[in-house]
């Protein structure tokens, strides 16, 4: 079977140049880089305290008992993950708090 190929003089997204229209070109990163530090140590610590913590305490603390010491580590995985929704939360708290004060400015 043949393809048809439309010939088209129109411009598809790719072939529009942002420069030649005047606006200046963003070459910023899109995502902020306290927000991967962030990131990056949550997941260090979603890994590490559970794990750490099951093996610190199966023997020391619940003298052999795996299941507590199970608990514990998935209490501890839960507390990593509400903190890092709290945080997250409030660095998006800033960045609309930020994005106002600019609106504000511009009036």
């Known amino acids: 079977m043949a ?11 790719l072939d529009q140049d942002e420069v030649s229209r005047g606006k200046p070109s963003n070459i910023s990163p899109a995502v902020p880089g306290s927000v991967i530090a ?8 979603m890994i590490t305290l559970p ?4 093996f610190a305490s199966v023997n020391m603390l619940f003298r052999g008992n795996s299941t507590y010491a199970g608990a514990l580590a ?6 990593v993950l509400i903190g890092y929704v709290i945080v997250a939360f409030q660095d998006d708290k800033g960045e609309r708090e930020a994005d106002e004060a600019e609106r504000k400015k511009s009036r």
């Open 38 to 45: 962030k990131l990056l140590g949550f997941t260090f610590a």
């Open 51 to 54: 794990i750490g913590s099951y």
């Open 3 to 13: 393809t048809r190929r439309f010939d088209t003089q129109e411009k598809t997204a």
């Open 74 to 79: 998935a209490l501890m995985a839960n507390v």
